[in-house]
């Protein structure tokens, strides 16, 4: 079946560091793949996806490439901002488990001014 | 606006007692789901349906049951059978079973047990 690791957490940077969560999938044939942000009590919002292999999704100065070789989708950001404080979670869908979303563990990040 | 409504934000349901989360979309979406989430984990599939009058069963279904009358209604009702029921519920949209197509979610419900 299909599976959706992420680094574990929590990640805890200086404003303006640059970040990298990294997540790597299991999954038969071609899934898309997606970045959602949790921002307390909130429920999720898509922050970024990329639907085929090389593609590079990109929102608000966040950015991950779609890389079939390593199966990874690792997501990055130049500069963090305090107001980026949330989970992040890395999300799949498609391979065997058509039209369900398959999420890895999210990762917590605390940004400090 | 269109968007996902889920209600009540906030639910307390006393042991044995059935609940129901109601969840609402104006986006004329085909597709809906149910996930848990729990402190610290990721969201889990709990139901799904890709069209009215039909729902399938996600990864933990047990102790949880659905109805999809209407296209954009689909609430969740948490029986007395789910042993272990508080936790942050979400409910999920999206146009159809393309995998590329993005699927959104309300602003989630809380239930608590006491």
């Known amino acids: 079946g299909n599976s959706v690791t992420q680094m574990e957490g929590p990640v805890t940077l200086s404003e303006e560091a640059f970040l990298t969560i990294n997540c790597t999938y299991t999954a038969t044939g071609y899934p898309s793949l997606f970045w959602y942000v949790q921002y307390p009590g909130e429920g999720l919002q898509l922050l970024l996806k990329?639907?085929?292999?090389?593609d590079k999704g990109s929102n608000k100065g966040f950015e991950a490439t779609y890389r079939k070789e390593t199966t990874s989708f690792h997501l990055e950001k130049g500069s963090v901002q305090v107001s980026d404080s949330a989970v992040y979670f890395c999300?799949?869908?498609?391979?065997?488990?058509?039209?369900?979303?398959?999420f890895g563990q999210g990762t917590i990040l605390t940004v400090h001014p | 606006d269109g968007g996902i409504t889920q209600s009540p934000k906030y639910l307390f349901r006393k042991e044995g007692q059935n609940v129901t989360l109601s969840c609402e979309q104006n986006?004329?979406?085909?597709?809906m789901y149910w996930y848990r989430q729990d402190p610290g984990q990721g969201l889990r599939l709990i139901y799904y349906s890709q069209i009215v009058n039909d729902f399938q069963k996600g990864d933990i279904a047990e102790g949880y049951s659905v109805s999809r009358e209407k296209k954009e209604s689909f609430p969740l009702t948490v029986t007395s059978a789910q042993k272990n029921p508080t936790a942050f519920y979400l409910c999920?949209?999206?146009?159809?079973?393309?995998?590329?197509?993005?699927?959104?979610f309300g602003e989630g419900s809380w239930l608590t047990v006491v």
């Open positions: 990329a639907t085929k292999a090389d």
């Open positions: 986006l004329n979406h085909d597709a």
């Open positions: 999300a799949l869908r498609g391979g065997t488990s058509y039209g369900k979303l398959t």
């Open positions: 999920a949209s999206n146009l159809g079973t393309n995998t590329g197509n993005t699927i959104y």
